[in-house]
């Protein structure tokens, strides 16, 4: 099985990557209890492999940028 770190290593490794989005989803059930339950997670996480302070600038902008538009479109569902 493949981790997300490991996946985060191999990308920082490639000069022409610059950045990663992840969507993830969590689900866990259980069943110790008088009645199963069941819980769930959702995640994002923008993530950026900068070489220079300047590329790291420009991806916390540009990853800034994306969440404001996300959150937005979240409102309006």
Known sequence: ???LK???EL???NC???GSLVFARDATWSFGREVPSFDF???HRFWT???SKEQEQRGEE???RVRERIDQRLENL
């Open 1 to 3: 099985m493949i981790t």
């Open 6 to 8: 490991k996946v985060d």
């Open 62 to 64: 540009f990853w800034r």
């Open 41 to 43: 997670s959702i995640t």
């Open 49 to 51: 492999y900068p070489r």
């Open 16 to 18: 022409e990557v610059l």
């Open 11 to 13: 990308l920082a490794q």
